[in-house]
């Protein structure tokens, strides 16, 4: 979780809200890690964990990352949910909860769907304050 | 849509889920189209629409795409109706309905959400038979 804190931090300094992912194979090795990019890439769909599961399928040559863990500083959105069930990831550990946001504990839960085929273990709450403290000052020097 | 279907169709050619889309601006200009390509880009995230979606950002070198309309062959999945969405897209037509994984009229329902900020007008069932009678015949030749 320390080094997608670092993802976020650099995603801040970018200009990007602060989200960092990080995806790591059974080992534990970092198979590829991200911030998020949506402005820079002006890309609406450059989230943080879209381009580490890009990378990291890319990385392995294989759509579905079986056995891969992924750490994300936020709560995953619905979109970045959903990607997370195709890609077959084992868990997901994420740091701040996102009520506004939140695909998995919030909104739509999209592991909670009967129509979803694969449902990783859950871990949220990691890093918690650090991941939260980053978004709130990223949006309060914003307003 | 026929344009879609053409993607679609195309996709099958190369062995992938035979899903296409197509997005249009204002003036009805196609910006992009794209078929699904989750095994030739061993991505799990290359469906039809995110592809399109990333291409037309690319083209108008900006993240949201107002006003501009996407053209798809099956009910989108809950991770493409929530770039949807991000994107800003003004409507969404879509082709065959999709009851065990669509996004939009099933599962999740994503526009329906009140964590959804931007919900796209919705026209199902364009061309609805065509378009699954390529899947259904894809599937049934792999079966």
């Known amino acids: 979780m320390e080094r997608a804190l ?3 931090r650099a995603a801040a300094e970018r200009g ?6 990080v995806i790591v194979d059974p080992a534990g090795t ?8 949506t402005e820079a890439d002006r890309d ?9 599961i890009r990378a990291a399928a890319a990385a392995l040559g294989a759509p579905r990352l079986v056995d891969c863990d992924l750490y994300v500083t936020l709560e995953p959105c619905p979109m970045c949910a959903q990607a997370i069930s195709f890609a077959r990831l084992r868990r997901v550990y994420f ?5 506004k946001g939140g695909g998995i504990d919030h909104g739509p839960r999209i592991f909670s769907q009967p129509t979803c085929h694969h449902r990783p273990e859950i871990y949220g709450g990691l890093a918690e304050q650090e991941a939260g403290e980053l978004l709130r000052s990223f949006f309060k020097a914003r307003r």
């Open 30 to 37: 970092v198979l590829a890690a991200a911030g998020n990019r």
């Open 6 to 8: 670092r993802e976020a």
């Open 44 to 52: 609406p769909t450059a989230h943080a964990e879209m381009l580490a």
């Open 95 to 99: 740091g701040a909860s996102d009520p």
């Open 16 to 21: 990007e809200v602060p989200i960092g992912a």
